[in-house]
């Protein structure tokens, strides 16, 4: 099956500070989607991106379907940023659901 | 519009029992996954479903666990004979067609004790 890559692993930043995610992927996708994962654990959409930029405030995520890769870029980092974030794609038909990256875990200190 | 509903959202059952998890999709969503999230890792798909049918359980072990969407009512995950190792988040997920954008529950955490 399809092979889904995140780094880095961790990610420890100051507020303020601008970070900038990878999310690769071994095969053609149908659909890529990034989430954060709060500490309550509770998973946020972020983007649902196949390819293309996106924008939502602080955040933006570009997909490069053709390279196989998707950046998620988060400026002015705040303390309510930390958690895990999650790549996920859906391959082929999609019925065997997204597969989901191991994540990074990103923690902003004040 | 409320989105993706789980209950409950904490459950603890000990060895043997059994476990039943609910998923109400988000309205007018027909598609339905569940997943497993074993802790400090990412999710895992188990099945995906439609109403009435289950389309691919490829990730769901072969014993003990069964999933159904009927025609009324929630999405149901039933595990049966608990084991310690079952305990982790599960969570659900529905999309209004099949590799579309996908919305997720706020997961059941199941300890088995």
């Known amino acids: 099956g399809i092979q889904v890559e995140q780094s880095p692993p961790d990610l420890i930043l100051q507020e303020g500070a601008n970070s900038t995610l990878r999310c690769n992927f071994s095969?053609?996708?149908?659909?890529l989607q990034w989430f954060h994962q709060n500490p309550w654990g509770q998973l946020i959409n972020l983007f649902y991106?196949?390819?293309g930029t996106k924008q939502n405030g602080r955040l933006s995520a570009t997909t490069v379907a053709t390279e196989r890769y998707s950046l998620l870029y988060i400026s002015s980092s705040q303390t309510t940023d930390s958690g895990v974030y999650f790549c996920a794609v859906y391959s082929g038909g999609g019925a065997d659901g997204l597969t989901f990256g191991k994540g990074t875990h990103l923690i902003i200190q004040p | 519009n409320a989105g993706v509903m789980q209950n409950p959202r904490h459950l603890v059952r000990r060895r043997g029992q059994e476990a039943r998890l609910r998923c109400s999709p988000m309205?007018?969503?027909?598609?339905v996954y569940w997943y497993r999230q074993l802790p400090e890792e990412g999710l895992k798909f188990m099945v995906y479903?439609?109403?009435?049918?289950?389309?691919?359980e490829s990730g769901m072990p072969k014993e003990r666990f069964s999933a159904e969407f009927p025609k009324e009512g929630p999405s149901i995950l039933r595990i049966q004979q608990v084991v310690r190792g079952d305990s982790a988040a599960y969570f659900c997920?529905?999309?209004?067609?099949?590799?579309?954008?996908?919305?997720f529950g706020q997961g059941t955490r199941l300890t088995v004790v």
């Open positions: 991106i196949p390819s």
């Open positions: 309205k007018g969503h027909s598609h």
């Open positions: 479903l439609q109403k009435e049918n289950i389309i691919d």
């Open positions: 095969d053609s996708v149908n659909n």
């Open positions: 997920a529905s999309s209004l067609y099949v590799s579309t954008e996908a919305f």
